[in-house]
């Protein structure tokens, strides 16, 4: 089975790296409010995703490429970009 993907579809695990181009976003309050709006209808999906990740073993996690210390910087964009450029790094 092959692991690669294509860069479409794999955009969805580092939004913040995908080449695609963004629609453009609202400025100023606007964009705050878009930003509020969007934390929250997220917030569910990312307790799910911590939980998940917390019910892992350090061994798990340690496979993954993350430490338990890791986890509650996992929705850090900052953190996503610099794991993926150490994981290229690597490869």
Sequence with gaps: MNAHFAKPDGSFALP????E???R?????????VAAVRWFA???RRQAVLEELSALSDRELSDI???R????RVFDPAFAKARYKA?????
């Design 16 to 19: 913040g790296l995908s080449s």
């Design 21 to 23: 181009p963004r629609a």
């Design 25 to 33: 976003r609202p400025a100023g309050v606007g964009a705050k409010l």
């Design 42 to 44: 997220e917030l569910p």
């Design 65 to 67: 490429g993350l430490s």
């Design 69 to 72: 210390g890791d986890l509650p």
């Design 87 to 91: 994981s290229r790094a690597g490869a």
